[in-house]
């Protein structure tokens, strides 16, 4: 039996299913000054904001709609000017809007937060908190009092989440459960958790495609990718992940879509080199051989798979690997192999 350490963060509470929207009122009722963040899309395409305003009602105090792609830090700074004063925030987007609901938290002496998630990223879960810089680095940080305490999953308001975004953050979710499982060490509950978040990703992203209408596939995919990132306070990520940051932010490709670009060059790149007993249970949970089941996976969904698709250029692949170091080899080969 080999020991190992196990840390939860400080969610507490996840509604789920479609109708969890509701809860909001539930979730709010005892704040007096409501402050909601969200992105413009969803503002200006949808009737989902003012439908959460309503929710909120009287506690409502206003409404940020300005949290863009890679949660720029002057967007983070512009929203806690505007909340200054409320006593929680409600964050209702995708996991740039959640990361900055995060940072607005901690810029105002961390403020509770109710998190909406739109997308299958994941942030919510995180105490990681990815905000880029003005010149277009990652520039966030690591901190378990900036986690919401409580998450809405509810299905139903992910119908309007463009399809290319819902499902490539479905790959984001799958990288999250590889790498989480790959690296770190024993962990009995995590390592159940996201073997099954990968197994249903797996299955679930490809009905979802074929019926985008199916409520009830949405939430279990919304199930599927909270299993992906389980309790992640002591589960490290690999080179995909992190390589997927430096792309997105540098040359604003999503976060979803970068996963679709490097994950399954990643576990070509680490096959030989990471435990074989995980890497069996690896690919008895995927169906097959990891990388392979990944690149069959996204071309299926249609999602792009090239980082020549993007305006990347060749010259700039090796000074991306030079970063990180002691990896440097293996970033090469990815970046080289995802190209």
Not at 103 to 123: F, H, K
Request: aromatic share 6%.
């Amino acid at each position: 039996m080999k020991k190992g350490t196990y840390e939860a963060l400080a969610t507490r509470r996840i509604h789920f299913g479609p109708g969890s929207l509701e809860k909001l009122a539930d979730e709010s009722h005892a704040a007096e000054n409501v402050f909601l963040v969200t992105g413009r899309s969803l503002k200006e395409k949808t009737d989902l904001v003012r439908k959460v305003e309503s929710l909120l009602g009287d506690r409502h105090s206003g409404t940020y709609a300005g949290m863009g792609q890679h949660t720029p830090t002057a967007a983070v700074k512009e929203a806690a000017g505007l909340a200054a004063g409320a006593d929680l925030l409600v964050s209702f987007g995708g996991g740039s809007v959640i990361d900055g609901t995060k940072a607005v938290s901690r810029e105002l002496g961390y403020v509770p937060q109710v998190a909406v998630p739109t997308t299958l990223s994941v942030a919510e879960l995180a105490h990681l908190v990815g905000v880029t810089n003005e010149a277009g680095r990652k520039a966030g940080f690591v901190d378990r009092r900036a986690v919401p305490e409580t998450i809405v999953y509810d299905p139903e308001v992910t119908l309007a989440t463009p399809e290319r975004l819902w499902l490539s953050t479905g790959i984001r979710a799958l990288d999250h459960a590889v790498e989480g499982f790959l690296y770190g060490g024993p962990r009995p509950v995590t390592d159940v958790m996201t073997l099954e978040g990968a197994s249903r990703l797996v299955r679930l992203l490809p009905e979802s495609k074929a019926d985008p209408e199916d409520v009830d596939v949405r939430g279990e995919l919304q199930v599927a990718a909270w299993l992906s990132y389980f309790a992640p306070a002591n589960t490290p990520m690999g080179l995909s992940h992190n390589l997927g940051k430096r792309l997105g932010a540098s040359y604003g490709i999503p976060h979803g879509i970068t996963s679709c670009l490097t994950l399954a060059p990643s576990l070509e790149a680490v096959r030989d080199s990471v435990d074989p007993d995980r890497w069996h249970r690896l690919s008895d949970a995927l169906g097959g051989e990891p990388s392979e089941r990944v690149r069959d996976l996204v071309e299926r969904l249609g999602l792009p798979n090239r980082i020549s698709d993007f305006e990347v250029p060749e010259g700039d692949l090796e000074e991306i690997a030079a970063e990180f170091e002691d990896k440097e080899a293996d970033a090469l080969t990815i970046l080289k192999a995802a190209y």
